[in-house]
């Protein structure tokens, strides 16, 4: 009868015992859940903090070239010595040709206007063709990074860019800049026009304009080569006079490089060029 009473009693007890256990697994097994979920998220945020922490120095190279102490002089001297020797890496031309300020209008050509700006305190040339004109800016462009080209008498190549589509009221264009050193003076043309230029003065001029001529024309023979190069507009107005009285060839829109191996020049000889006397 004790026994028969106790049985009873005690199946009742042993079921809150089993759903203790249960309780036990069900508030377990959540929690420990949440504890990993939490980890997780702090290791996540924690990544996500250091990513975002060390994203600014990720491109180093950029970093260097583009330090701000760095002025023009500088930053041709690394083109010509670095790399290619062809010229700056593209993103550091960006990165330069997207913080010039404009300043004022210096002439206007065949395919757009030059600006005087001001990069960094110095002056600089922007030559700015219209998106109609996009092959005449990409050929300027790629002329004047040929391997080898970079010479005392021909125009200093700094950038180019096409500084992204602009929108405006009628629509939208790409602005294309080929950026330059900037010669005070002007165009041969106009530095004859305003001023008196002595014997001596002449043939510094000449010089330097044979000079420039000399090695557009000349054939370097090498991985770091360059090939011969026909300037074809070769006039007073594509000649820049430096304040020191020398002389530098500009505008090489129209310029042919020749191949030697194939005796060939890279672009189809039967387009009409030069200037209308
Ligand atoms: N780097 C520079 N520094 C100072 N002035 C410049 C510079 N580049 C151009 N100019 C001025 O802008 C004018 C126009 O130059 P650009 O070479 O674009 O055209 P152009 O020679 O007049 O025309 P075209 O393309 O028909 O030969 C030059 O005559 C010169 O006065
Ligand atoms: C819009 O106007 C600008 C000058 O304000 C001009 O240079 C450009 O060519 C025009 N674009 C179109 C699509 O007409
Ligand atoms: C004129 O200036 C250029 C660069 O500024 C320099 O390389 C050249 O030697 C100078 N020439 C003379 C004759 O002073």
Redesign the pocket.
């Known amino acids: 009868m004790l026994f028969l009473m106790c049985a009873p009693s005690e199946r009742p007890s042993k079921e809150p015992g089993w759903s203790r256990l249960q309780l036990t697994v069900v508030i377990l097994v959540p929690f420990c859940l949440l504890c990993v979920g939490i980890l997780l998220g702090v290791c996540i945020v924690q990544g996500h903090h250091c990513a975002w922490k060390q994203d600014p120095e990720e491109p180093p190279d950029d970093q260097m070239l583009m330090s701000p102490d760095k002025c023009l002089k500088d930053l041709i001297y690394d083109m010509s010595t670095s790399g290619s020797g062809s010229g700056l890496p593209l993103l550091v031309q960006r990165t330069i040709a997207r913080t010039i300020v404009l300043q004022e209008t210096i002439g206007k050509g065949r395919f757009g206007e030059v600006w005087r700006g001001k990069w960094r305190g110095e002056d600089v040339a922007v030559k700015i063709f219209?998106s109609r004109d996009e092959r005449s800016w990409f050929r300027e462009a790629e002329i004047y990074q040929t391997i080898m080209l970079r010479h005392e008498n021909i125009l200093g190549f700094i950038a180019a860019d096409n500084k992204g589509i602009r929108l405006?009221n009628?629509?939208?264009?790409t602005q294309l800049w080929l950026v330059s050193e900037y010669h005070e003076h002007g165009s041969l043309y106009d530095y004859l026009n305003r001023y008196t230029v002595s014997m001596e003065g002449m043939v510094i001029l000449a010089l330097s304009v044979a000079s420039g001529l000399a090695h557009l024309h000349m054939e370097i023979i090498g991985t770091q080569g360059k090939p011969a190069i026909a300037h074809r507009d070769l006039k007073s107005k594509n000649v820049l006079v430096r304040r020191n009285g020398t002389a530098v060839i500009a505008d090489l829109g129209l310029a042919v490089k020749h191949d030697s191996s194939t005796n060939t020049i890279d672009i189809p000889s039967n387009h009409r060029v030069g200037t209308k006397r």
């Open positions: 219209s405006t009628n629509g939208s264009w």
